[in-house]
């Protein structure tokens, strides 16, 4: 049993960063890949970035690359997610998601009660 909980979201301007955290609670975080993914209103859930339990490799959505970066500390239990060049149609409920392997199309096994995340034009 994985409990995650993110933090770091908040409302900051179009062209500004935030760095999102996940905390995971178990001795077993290390083992586990993790992604993040968020929902805007009125849209399906979508994926943006995964890691794989080592943090060798990394995943992202189309619509971030070359602006968010993930990124883990085992011995923190924690994953974040750095967040720069924001723009106002990034704003979604984002939320942390624990799993087997990492990746886009993959089933998560644990999730986060999200952070909201506004950006303002």
């Known amino acids: 049993q994985v409990q995650l909980v993110e933090s770091g979201g908040g409302l900051v301007q179009a062209g500004g960063s935030l760095r999102l955290s996940c905390a995971a609670s178990?001795?077993?975080?290390?083992?586990?890949?993790m992604g993040w993914f968020r929902q805007a209103p009125g849209k399906e859930r979508e994926f943006v970035a995964a890691?794989?339990?080592?943090?060798?490799?990394?995943y992202y959505a189309d619509s971030v690359k070359g602006r968010f970066t993930i990124s883990r500390d085992n011995g923190k239990n924690t994953v974040y997610l750095q967040m720069n060049s924001l723009k106002p149609e990034d704003t979604a409920v984002y939320y942390c998601?624990?799993?087997?392997?990492?990746?886009?199309?993959?089933?998560?096994?644990?999730w986060g009660q999200g952070t909201q995340v506004t950006v303002s034009s």
């Open positions: 178990g001795r077993t975080f290390r083992t586990y890949a």
């Open positions: 998601a624990a799993g087997a392997v990492a990746g886009r199309d993959v089933s998560y096994d644990y």
């Open positions: 890691i794989s339990w080592s943090g060798s490799r990394t």
